[in-house]
């Protein structure tokens, strides 16, 4: 534990709006509503590991290199907790409902997600804490969009409720949302050399499937070595083809794709 780490905490503000509406033909009685919520963090959580320290070189691509703590191999590794101050997020939902005599309900509510984070925290143990995150500099998890973004989503509700024998009232609803995708993160793995099981390039141990991506510049990119010809063209058909088109030259930020939108309905 960092011997002066400090409590997780973050600012937080949220703005919301209500209004009853009468919309004409549509009848009264529409609810309207709108909020907005911004978190600021001032102490995150974050997760080093003390025995790989900077060696003073750095990667092709201009990344700092790692040895272990006091030079010589080792296979361990001490994971400390310490704090990663940066991180915000901002949430806006546009929302409305609105019931009838008759019986019959309807709502919808559509948000919006803008989160950047440092460390996603998404294990229980101190290794897998540090070594489950996307890596930029090779010892610190990289800041950019949250794992837990869901970029937009929008859900919706359709309900009747009406007493067909005597008082007993019978409710049928029919309630869904689609949202965007998952983010992720493209990313390189570099197979340890020795026992030790650190990275020969970057240094580190742990966390050698989870270096982020560096784009080539293009089939002849001087800092890239290919095992064959047929591998180059493979890799610069898939970049060609994909959003790391727009980072060529440079490491790919944390979670920049996102798996496809998906639907899910339910009837009660």
């Not at 009853?20 to 709108?34: E, H, R, S, T, Y």
């Not at 030079?71 to 990663?84: L, V």
């Not at 010892?139 to 970029?151: E, F, M, P, R, V």
């Not at 020969?200 to 002849?220: A, R, W």
């Amino acid at each position: 534990l960092d011997p002066n780490f400090k409590i997780p905490s973050e600012w937080r503000g949220v703005l919301s709006f209500d209004y009853k509406a009468d919309l004409g033909p549509l009848g009264d009685g529409w609810n309207l509503g709108a909020d907005f919520l911004y978190t600021d963090t001032i102490h995150g959580l974050g997760f080093v590991d003390l025995r790989s320290v900077p060696s003073g070189l750095t990667t092709p691509d201009g990344r700092p290199r790692y040895m272990p703590y006091g030079g010589s191999p080792t296979s361990f590794a001490d994971i400390e907790r310490t704090n990663f101050d940066q991180g915000r997020s901002f949430v806006e939902v546009i929302r409305f409902d609105k019931s009838w005599h008759n019986g019959l309900s309807l709502g919808a509510s559509m948000t919006w997600e803008n989160v950047k984070d440092n460390a996603p925290v998404t294990s229980s143990q101190a290794t897998s804490l540090y070594r489950y995150a996307a890596f930029d500099d090779p010892n610190y998890s990289a800041y950019g969009i949250s794992n837990d973004q869901i970029k937009w989503q929008f859900k919706y509700n359709a309900g009747y409720e009406h007493a067909f024998f005597g008082d007993y009232k019978t409710s049928i609803q029919l309630f869904g949302q689609t949202i965007a995708g998952r983010p992720f993160s493209y990313t390189m793995t570099e197979a340890a050399t020795d026992s030790t099981g650190r990275s020969p390039s970057f240094g580190t141990i742990l966390n050698t499937s989870n270096y982020l991506m560096y784009v080539p510049t293009g089939p002849d990119d001087p800092k890239v070595v290919y095992d064959s010809d047929t591998t180059k063209q493979q890799l610069d058909d898939y970049i060609n083809n994909s959003v790391l088109s727009k980072y060529r030259g440079q490491v790919a930020p944390r979670n920049i794709d996102t798996s496809k939108s998906r639907t899910r309905l339910d009837l009660h």
